[in-house]
């Protein structure tokens, strides 16, 4: 078992936002509020993942990259399900499936065979978030071309969409060199936690604006 002073202690910023957005939700939710579909549940585990489990993992291990995997590919499946769902009613949304299936098995391929459990595996990720982003650019040019105008003050996934595009702006050269800044993170180790901070932080205040903008 971790003390709670240990988890404290190896709180980051972006973390106490996750914490926050969550109890707000349930707030929200049991007042009638609306948001994300299972927006709840992927905050729990991901509140699991990130501030208890890559605790025990570095302490336990001496690493906490396996578990970084595992948080890589829960929120890349999430953000694929809530786009297919926006989309569902399109007709190339069966490509959003056909695409989803060839993501996993290339994600079994590479964690089975060409990623061991302490090497970050940045492809299925990259790629993952690469195929959301180009979910998120479909989203945003139908919200300007192709819609009728309407207000974005209560619609939680534009919320979402801008968190995860700063994220991904703020990441991707990590993302691409995560190599070499894990085998260089004892000399920038301030560096490389500053850049993945930055990211994180603006993918929770994403998730935090699309619990608090949710729908009546």
Known sequence: MISINTILDRLDLYDVINIISFIMLLILMSRGRKSLPYLSVFLFMLIFLEVYLQVYWSIRFHYNIFVYNIISKLTVMYYIFIYYLHFRHAEWSKWILWIFGLWLIL?????????????????????????????????????????????LKNDPLFYLSVGILLFFAANFPILIFADIFINNIKRNSSLYSSLISLGNIFLSLGYFSAVLCGKE
């Not at 994600?107 to 299925?124: E, G, R």
């Open 107 to 151: 994600c079994l391929y590479f964690n089975s065979f060409a990623v061991d459990t302490i090497h970050f595996d940045k492809i299925s990720y990259v790629s993952g978030l690469t195929f959301v982003t180009v979910l998120i650019i479909k989203y945003f040019y139908d919200i300007i071309y192709v819609q009728s105008y309407r207000n």
